[in-house]
C-alpha cells in the first residue's frame, strides 16, 4: 500500500512538471512568434519608408532640373543683350561641363558587365566569378586615361571624387545601390575608348579569363546626364585674394 502511494505521487508530481514545461513552451513560442511579427513589420515599415524617400529624391531631382532650364533660358536671354554677359554664361557653362553638372552627349564606348555564367572549377573561390567595385573602377581609369571626357555608371554621372565600393551583394555609388549587369557609358573618341580596355592582356582579357560577361560597343551617340548628389568640400577651400 505505502508503495503505491509512492508512485502515485511520482506520478502526480511528474504530471505537474510536465504541465508547467508545457505552459512555459507555449510562453516562449508566444514570445518568439511576437518578436518575428514585429520584426516583420518593423522591415515593411522601413521598406514602406524607404519607397517613400526614393520617390522624394526623384521629384527633387525633377524640379532641380526644372529650375536649372530655367535659369539656363535667363542666362540666355541675358547673353543676347551683352557680349560681356555672353562671354561670363559661356565661362559658367564651361565651369559647369567640368564640374559635372551638365548633361552631355557624343560619341564614345558602352560596357556592359556581368557576373560569370561559368560553371564553378571545384576548390576555386566563388568570389573571382563576380563583378567587384574594383573591376569597375578598373575600367572608369582606363576610360579616363584614354581620354573620356564624361563617364556615367548605370545611369550615374561619375565625378572626380565619385566613391565606388562594395556593399554587401551591391556596389555603392555616391547616391545609388547598383546590381549587375553594370552599364558604363562613356564620351570620348570610340576607337580609343575601345582600344584600351580591349589590348592584350588588358581588363577585358582579365575579366573574361573568369567568364565574366563583359562587352564592348562603339557607339555613335551617347548620352551622360548631369550629377544630381551631394557635393561636400570638408577640408578643400578657394583660396582668398
Known amino acids: 500500500m505505502q508503495k503505491t ?4 505521487l511520482i506520478a502526480f508530481f511528474l504530471a505537474i512538471a510536465a504541465f ?9 513560442s508566444n514570445v518568439n512568434n511576437s518578436s518575428i511579427s514585429s520584426s516583420l513589420e518593423r522591415i515593411a515599415n522601413l521598406q514602406q519608408q524607404v519607397t517613400q524617400l526614393e520617390q522624394r529624391k526623384q521629384e527633387l531631382v525633377e524640379e532641380l532640373k526644372g529650375y536649372q532650364a530655367r535659369m539656363a ?4 536671354q ?10 561670363l554664361t559661356q565661362q559658367l557653362n564651361d565651369a559647369r561641363i567640368l564640374a559635372g553638372l551638365t548633361e552631355l552627349e557624343g560619341p564614345g564606348v558602352q560596357v556592359v558587365l556581368n557576373d560569370s555564367d561559368r560553371e564553378m ?3 576555386s573561390n566563388i568570389n573571382a566569378y563576380l563583378v567587384h567595385e574594383q573591376d569597375l573602377l578598373d575600367i572608369v581609369n582606363d576610360l579616363k586615361a584614354a581620354g573620356a571626357e564624361a563617364v556615367a555608371l548605370n545611369g550615374q554621372r561619375l565625378l572626380a571624387n565619385t566613391q565606388i565600393k562594395c556593399g554587401g551583394p551591391t556596389i555603392i555609388t555616391a547616391t545609388e545601390r547598383f546590381v549587375p549587369p553594370f552599364i558604363i ?3 570620348g573618341d570610340p576607337a580609343t575608348l575601345e582600344a584600351i580596355l580591349i589590348q592584350p592582356g588588358g581588363i577585358y582579357d582579365i575579366l573574361k579569363y573568369w567568364g565574366i560577361q563583359i562587352n564592348v560597343k562603339k557607339m555613335d551617340k551617347i548620352t551622360v546626364p548631369g550629377y544630381y548628389g551631394p ?4 577640408y578643400a577651400k578657394p583660396v582668398e585674394r
Open 121 to 123: 572549377i571545384e576548390g
Open 20 to 28: 508547467l514545461a508545457m505552459l512555459q513552451f507555449k510562453s516562449a
Open 78 to 87: 541675358g547673353g543676347e543683350d551683352s557680349a560681356y554677359v555672353k562671354h
Open 231 to 234: 557635393v561636400n568640400f570638408r
Open 73 to 76: 533660358e535667363l542666362e540666355k
Open 5 to 8: 502511494m509512492q508512485q502515485l
Open 185 to 187: 557609358d562613356a564620351i
